[in-house]
């Protein structure tokens, strides 16, 4: 389980706990005498939100039934970041806190991280002793009594393209343009907030997304991320708990107003955008249809895709495409293929354009949630769908319908409704 910084105590109870856990730090660190000066009235502050939010991540790692433990930043690259958008969260009195925590004995310290490489870094690993116990409710946890903030900076302008979680943060002078994002996304964040949404099956625990985030209703803080260094690529929006868990699990956990989900999303969204952007008309039948009979369409989707998203040729397969396709099948004949199939957008393959493409489908996912919510349909998005309550399922359809055409022009969107499958009578 990854550590998230904005986890707070919402009641008076917890809050009450973790200040007693303060108290109980800050008197081990005067009898153990590790500070040489007293801390500042500001860095008291940050040494308490620090402890706070540790507590209310350990109590959330010890309701996770499979028993994972927590990763925890310790590098002074990440800890001291230089872009001035790091969380008070962090900083030396994060790492007081944890080796307070450690030095009385109510955490155990699993694994001191290391680097590996550029990219690869082995995290450091800590889980609660017995002893935390005594201070925390942990036995059963109280993980109800967790919530989580805002995050100071609700738009983000990475490096690079972030699926793996490292492109690094750029900072970025404010202007008229970015205050308008951060509003934009404040007021979704808003009436998320107070939405009636639910996850069924935690009477008995919690459990982790494939995001290492603990799956629960708290988290639909949303913030946007942008790539690359410009604000024309990327937007996507990240930080809902329903963004790690699987398709069949959202099925049948989420609730909306206490009714159970639809999916309401684009087909062959990005294909479509590339036809727009030149200026063809739209292919009838399935985009990824390369082959004519329906065959390796996962792969051709990958293949096409990646294409779109590549900044030059492409050399290599897409990770995850090649067993789509025959034995033997070469890169070159695949990419030869494609192209004649997709004649009037070949030009634009190996141009960079998915960034500029997931900006028009960010903008317009952006769009639609903020229409439903004026009208009191909760949507939470997905990349370039939407989870709507079932009753609620044509009137996003309509909705999205409506938004490629204000972006596009084009009236040729294909959005399709999944619901759960109807289990048969027995």
């Given amino acids: 389980m990854w550590f998230d910084p904005l986890l707070r105590a919402k009641t008076t109870e917890l809050s009450g706990a973790v200040q007693r856990l303060r108290d109980a730090l800050l008197l081990h660190e005067a009898n153990t005498g590790p500070r040489k000066r007293a801390r ?15 507590a209310c991540n350990l109590i959330l790692l010890s309701a996770i039934e499979s028993g994972p433990k927590l990763a925890v930043p310790r590098s002074h690259g990440f800890l001291w970041r230089g872009d001035g958008g790091a969380d008070p969260v962090y900083g030396q009195h994060f ?58 900076a609700l738009i983000i302008l990475k490096e690079g393209k972030d699926d793996d979680g490292r492109a690094a943060t750029i900072a970025f002078a404010e202007t008229a343009k970015t205050r308008q994002l951060a509003v934009q ?38 913030r946007r991320i942008f790539n690359n260094d410009n604000w024309q690529h990327g937007g996507r929006l990240a930080g809902g708990f329903w963004m790690g868990m699987e398709r069949a699990e959202r099925f049948e956990r989420i609730r909306i107003n206490g009714e159970r989900i639809a999916d309401v999303d684009y087909r062959q969204l990005f294909p479509r955008l590339a036809y727009v952007r030149a200026g063809q008309p739209q292919p009838e039948g399935d985009i990824y249809d390369v082959a004519g009979d329906g065959s390796g369409r996962d792969g051709w989707k990958r293949l096409m895709n990646a294409m779109l998203f590549s900044d030059g040729p492409l050399r290599n397969w897409p990770e995850d495409t090649l067993q789509h396709f025959p034995s033997g099948t070469k890169l070159r004949h695949a990419i030869k293929m494609l192209a004649a199939r997709h004649a009037s957008i070949a030009h634009l393959f190996g141009t960079g354009l998915g960034f500029q493409l997931m900006r028009i489908e960010s903008d317009m996912l952006i769009g639609i949630i903020t229409h439903l919510a004026s009208i009191g349909v909760t949507a939470l998005p997905l990349h370039d769908a939407v989870l709507v309550a079932e009753s609620k399922a044509y009137v996003a359809e309509d909705a999205m319908q409506a938004a490629f055409t204000t972006a596009t022009g084009s009236s040729c969107a294909i959005v399709s409704i999944d619901f759960l499958p109807a289990i048969p009578d027995t």
Avoid at 188 to 213: C, K, P
């Fill in 95 to 152: 790492l007081s806190a944890l080796d307070g925590l450690a030095s009385l004995g109510l955490i155990t310290e699993e694994q001191r991280g290391y680097k590996l490489s550029a990219r690869m870094r082995v995290p450091s690993l800590i889980r609660p002793s017995a002893t935390l116990a005594q201070h925390l409710p942990l036995a059963p946890p109280e993980w109800r009594s967790v919530e989580q903030i805002d995050a100071r």
């Fill in 40 to 54: 500042k009235e500001a860095d008291m502050e940050k040494f308490g939100l620090a402890v706070e939010a540790l």
């Fill in 185 to 222: 996304m404040r007021r979704i964040n808003e009436f998320l907030r107070s939405a009636d949404i639910e996850v069924t099956g935690q009477n008995t625990g919690l459990s982790l997304g494939r995001d290492g985030q603990v799956i629960a209703p708290y988290r639909r803080s949303l």
